[in-house]
C-alpha cells in the first residue's frame, strides 16, 4: 500500500483526498499545511492525523501530495527528496527557478522525482491537436480575463502556461523577447503584448488582456501546410489546409480528469504519461516565465 502524506487546505485537497481514499493501493498519512487551524479542521472531517512536524509526515510517507503551491510547500518538497520521497505536485507553480533548481539537484542525487499536474499542455484539446502541428512559422495566443485587483500570479501563470506550449509547439531556442505593457490607472498590468523570437526563425506573440469584457483563451497556429486553432475556453480545435476549401474539426472531446491516485501512481512507477508531467521538462518554462514577467513589471515600475 502507497503511504501518502498530504499538504494544503484547498478544495484541490479535498479533492485528492476523496480519490486516494477511494483506491485501495493508497493509505493517507495524515495532513500538514497552513493556516494551522484549517489544516486541522480538514484533517478532523476525515479522521486523518494531523502533522505538525512535517518532518514526521514524510517519515512516514512514500510520497508527498502537494495541493499548495507556497513557500512552506518548497521547504516541504525539499525534505522529501533528502530523505528519498517522491513528490507531486497539483497547483500553480509559483516557485523561483532558482529554487526549483535546487529541488531538482536534490531530485536527481537522490533518484527520486517530482511530478506536476494542473498544466494546459495535459488538456485533451491540446494533445489532440499538437498531432497536426508541423513547421509553425507564426504562433499567435490571445488570453483575456476579467479584471483582478491582484493580478501578479494570475499574470506569470499566463505567461507560464503559455510559454510552455510555445515551447512544445516550436521546440527551437527563444533568442528574443519583446514586450510590450498597457498599465492600468492604479499601476497594475492591463495588457501585455509579448514577441518571442525563435532561433529557427519562428515568431510568436502572447497577447494578455485584463480591459475586454469577455473570456478569450485561444491560440492560432500558421505553418506551410494549413492552420490550426485552439480553443481553451470552448474545448474546440480545428485545422485548415492550404489546398483545401474544407475545414477539419479536430476531435477534442476533454475526458474527466485521470484520477489523482492514478498519476501518484504512474510517478512512482516512472510512467508519466498525458496527465502528469515531470518538473524537469518544464523547468525551462518557469525560467522564461519569470525573465519575461521581470521586464513587463520594469514597463510599469
Given at each position: 500500500?502507497?503511504?501518502?502524506?498530504?499538504?494544503?487546505?484547498?478544495?484541490?485537497?479535498?479533492?485528492?483526498?476523496?480519490?486516494?481514499l477511494s483506491d485501495s493501493r493508497f493509505s493517507i498519512t495524515g495532513i500538514s499545511g497552513i493556516p494551522e487551524e484549517n489544516t486541522v479542521t480538514l484533517a478532523n472531517e476525515y479522521n486523518l492525523p494531523f502533522f505538525a512536524d512535517e518532518a514526521l509526515l514524510i517519515e512516514h510517507s512514500d510520497i508527498i501530495d502537494i495541493t499548495c503551491c507556497n513557500d512552506s510547500s518548497?521547504?516541504?518538497?525539499?525534505?522529501?527528496?533528502?530523505?528519498?520521497?517522491?513528490?507531486?505536485?497539483?497547483?500553480?507553480?509559483?516557485?523561483?527557478?532558482?529554487?526549483?533548481?535546487?529541488?531538482?539537484?536534490?531530485?536527481?542525487?537522490?533518484?527520486?522525482?517530482?511530478?506536476?499536474?494542473?498544466?494546459?499542455?495535459?488538456?485533451?484539446?491540446?494533445?489532440?491537436?499538437?498531432?497536426?502541428?508541423?513547421?509553425?512559422?507564426?504562433?499567435?495566443?490571445?488570453?483575456?480575463?476579467?479584471?483582478?485587483?491582484?493580478?501578479?500570479?494570475?499574470?506569470?501563470?499566463?505567461?507560464?502556461?503559455?510559454?510552455?506550449?510555445?515551447?512544445?509547439?516550436?521546440?527551437?531556442?527563444?533568442?528574443?523577447?519583446?514586450?510590450?505593457?498597457?498599465?492600468?490607472?492604479?499601476?497594475?498590468?492591463?495588457?501585455?503584448?509579448?514577441?518571442?523570437?525563435?532561433?529557427?526563425?519562428?515568431?510568436?506573440?502572447?497577447?494578455?488582456?485584463?480591459?475586454?469584457?469577455?473570456?478569450?483563451?485561444?491560440?492560432?497556429?500558421?505553418?506551410?501546410?494549413?492552420?490550426?486553432?485552439?480553443?481553451?475556453?470552448?474545448?474546440?480545435?480545428?485545422?485548415?489546409?492550404?489546398?483545401?476549401?474544407?475545414?477539419?474539426?479536430?476531435?477534442?472531446?476533454?475526458?474527466?480528469?485521470?484520477?489523482?491516485?492514478?498519476?501518484?501512481?504512474?510517478?512512482?512507477?516512472?510512467?508519466?504519461?498525458?496527465?502528469?508531467?515531470?518538473?524537469?521538462?518544464?523547468?525551462?518554462?518557469?525560467?522564461?516565465?519569470?525573465?519575461?514577467?521581470?521586464?513587463?513589471?520594469?514597463?510599469?515600475?
Amino acid at each position: 500500500m502507497i503511504r501518502t502524506g498530504i499538504y494544503g487546505t484547498l478544495a484541490t485537497t479535498r479533492k485528492h483526498i476523496g480519490q486516494l481514499l477511494s483506491d485501495s493501493r493508497f493509505s493517507i498519512t495524515g495532513i500538514s499545511g497552513i493556516p494551522e487551524e484549517n489544516t486541522v479542521t480538514l484533517a478532523n472531517e476525515y479522521n486523518l492525523p494531523f502533522f505538525a512536524d512535517e518532518a514526521l509526515l514524510i517519515e512516514h510517507s512514500d510520497i508527498i501530495d502537494i495541493t499548495c503551491c507556497n513557500d512552506s510547500s518548497f521547504q516541504l518538497a525539499l525534505l522529501a527528496v533528502r530523505n528519498f520521497r517522491y513528490v507531486f505536485l497539483d497547483d500553480i507553480i509559483t516557485w523561483y527557478p532558482e529554487d526549483i533548481r535546487s529541488l531538482l539537484k536534490l531530485a536527481r542525487e537522490a533518484g527520486v522525482r517530482v511530478g506536476v499536474r494542473n498544466l494546459k499542455r495535459q488538456r485533451k484539446v491540446f494533445q489532440n491537436a499538437k498531432k497536426y502541428i508541423r513547421r509553425p512559422q507564426l504562433i499567435e495566443m490571445q488570453k483575456s480575463v476579467q479584471d483582478s485587483a491582484s493580478c501578479e500570479v494570475l499574470l506569470y501563470n499566463i505567461l507560464f502556461q503559455s510559454i510552455d506550449l510555445l515551447m512544445l509547439i516550436n521546440p527551437s531556442h527563444v533568442k528574443k523577447v519583446y514586450p510590450k505593457v498597457v498599465s492600468m490607472g492604479d499601476g497594475s498590468v492591463g495588457a501585455v503584448d509579448a514577441t518571442f523570437h525563435f532561433d529557427n526563425g519562428t515568431l510568436a506573440h502572447l497577447i494578455f488582456n485584463r480591459l475586454l469584457a469577455r473570456e478569450t483563451d485561444t491560440i492560432q497556429i500558421f505553418s506551410p501546410d494549413g492552420a490550426i486553432k485552439i480553443d481553451f475556453l470552448n474545448n474546440l480545435a480545428g485545422f485548415l489546409p492550404y489546398r483545401s476549401s474544407s475545414r477539419y474539426t479536430i476531435p477534442s472531446l476533454e475526458t474527466a480528469s485521470e484520477p489523482v491516485s492514478e498519476s501518484i501512481f504512474q510517478l512512482l512507477s516512472n510512467q508519466p504519461n498525458n496527465h502528469l508531467t515531470l518538473l524537469d521538462e518544464i523547468y525551462p518554462s518557469v525560467v522564461l516565465a519569470r525573465e519575461t514577467l521581470s521586464m513587463i513589471y520594469q514597463q510599469v515600475s
